[in-house]
């Protein structure tokens, strides 16, 4: 922070948990939930009142000087100074070896055919997929009464919200939205489009809670093995260069992260090495959160419909890790297109036009549509034939393919036609695939050709079990 001008830091003043730390521990110590803020001196006396108001330790510990030096103070005693220019500037970098091989996976094999229906529900009870509702109710996820949609949402309050959405000042319309994205699977394949399918999830998420992207921060969390290995560094590298690439056009800056590296161990002679893991959080500020959207169906009649593209991208996915299977073609990320689509859907729910939405992730089209079923009581009669794709796409990555940027949309019958002026206006790839019923089932066809019709009891039981059956 005194880069530019220079910094006195009276290391004496500094709140200790333990006594007898010398100064330089207490310099170089990585204490968590820690942060450190500059005001006007003028201002100190009014910043330590609302400290003292929110119960907040505070304490002045420095000031910022003209002599462009770091001093380090020790009860009245110069105990460390350096030259801000050599600090920041003259610091030997590190070179380190990273190299990158796409993979030699072989392709999988996707029959033309199969009980659809069963698979729906293998893939609902997959532990990427299945409830985790076991561990949500373990913790405090009401956040002091200022939950405006809590992690379950729905009419038993079960089924998968996207984001979280609070009220830091309770009867203020002000909130926040927070969500999460992870594809840690999509490593396998290449960890470039792991880390950007992962930044495209948690703003997609974000977008499905009526959150706009124009408030939008992300930070990152990276697992990841031994970096001192070529391979291991490699991939890392491909992972950070998406946090810019994608970073750059969503325009969300990276507030914070962390990472955990060499999670790498022997075991009996062979090395056990995690997938290159990226989490990211996500938030945004809500003007209204009144008009925050939940994923649970609402009305009998409405018209539901898929925003974005579906392609032949089933690498990595949960249909094919059922299957013991990774394939080849992972989802890319197109940003460009899916801003566009992101910032038109908002403008829909702002005008409260969008009744529910979900974002089609783990699981892809299908399962998401089951999940907005179950959570709501209502069922779906949908026809993946209509879905607007890139080329020719088969059955099961229609169904269960993972590609991103793609959102279900419930809107009423009467606000139909509004909704799509928004997005045509926008250029806003988009199709109607289906509507709302009140007879609880889901039902997907291929134009004339059924798919699978399944009573939403059976859906939601194959979602909860799985999780609740073990713990």
């Given amino acids: 922070m005194g880069e530019k001008c220079g910094v006195r830091v009276s290391l004496d003043k500094v709140p200790l948990k333990y006594e007898g730390l010398n100064y330089y521990e207490i310099w170089i110590s990585e204490a968590q939930e820690r942060m450190v803020i500059s005001t006007d001196p003028s201002n100190l006396m009014a910043l330590q009142a609302l400290a003292k108001e929110e119960d907040v330790e505070i304490t002045a510990i420095a000031e910022f000087t003209d002599d462009r030096h770091l001093t380090l103070m020790w009860k009245d005693e110069i105990v460390g100074r350096l030259d801000m220019e050599f600090l920041h500037d003259s610091i030997p970098m590190t070179e380190r070896d990273a190299e990158w091989n796409t993979p030699a996976l072989p392709e999988p094999s996707v029959p033309v055919d199969e009980d659809y229906g069963a698979t729906l529900k293998n893939v609902l009870g997959a532990w990427d997929v299945c409830s985790k509702e076991w561990v949500i109710r373990q913790y405090d996820h009401e956040v002091q009464g200022g939950s405006v949609l809590k992690p379950l949402v729905g009419v038993d309050e079960s089924g998968p919200g996207d984001a979280v959405v609070i009220t830091p000042i309770l009867g203020n319309t002000r909130a926040i939205a927070v969500s999460n994205g992870l594809k840690p699977a999509y490593s396998d394949i290449d960890p470039y489009w792991m880390a950007a399918n992962a930044i495209d999830e948690a703003l997609r998420n974000l977008v499905a809670v009526g959150a706009p992207l124009d408030r939008c921060a992300i930070l990152d969390n990276f697992c990841w093995g031994n970096c001192n290995k070529p391979d291991r560094f490699g991939g890392l590298v491909r992972a950070a260069k998406a946090c810019h ?201 291929d134009v004339d050709k059924l798919l699978l019709d399944l009573d939403i009891d059976e859906l939601r039981a194959s979602w909860r079990t799985p999780l609740n059956a073990i713990l």
Avoid: W
């Avoid at 801003?339 to 089609?360: F, I, P, Q």
């Fill in 245 to 445: 690439d994608f970073a750059m056009v969503y325009e969300t800056p990276f507030i914070s992260g962390k990472d955990s590296l060499n999670n790498e161990f022997a075991v009996q002679g062979d090395v056990i090495v995690i997938p290159g893991t990226l989490l990211i959080s996500a938030v945004s500020v809500m003007p209204d959160c009144r008009k925050a959207i939940s994923m649970d169906l609402k009305n009998g009649g409405s018209h539901v419909y898929l925003v974005g593209t579906t392609r032949n991208e089933l690498g990595g996915s949960t249909y094919l890790s059922l299957r013991n299977e990774i394939g080849t073609v992972v989802p890319k990320v197109d940003a460009a297109t899916a801003v566009r689509s992101y910032r038109a859907l908002y403008e829909t729910m702002n005008r409260g036009m969008v009744r529910s939405c979900h974002d089609c992730s783990d699981g892809g089209f299908a399962a998401a549509a089951a999940e907005m079923a179950f959570s709501g009581g209502l069922g779906m009669d949908l026809d993946i034939h209509l879905m607007a794709t890139d080329g020719p796409v088969p059955t099961a990555a229609r169904l269960f393919g993972e590609s991103a940027s793609r959102l279900i949309v419930e809107v009423d019958a009467n606000r139909a036609g509004e909704f799509e002026d928004v997005l045509n206006n926008a250029g806003v790839v988009f199709s109607q695939v289906g509507i709302v019923t009140a007879q609880p089932r889901l039902v997907i066809k």
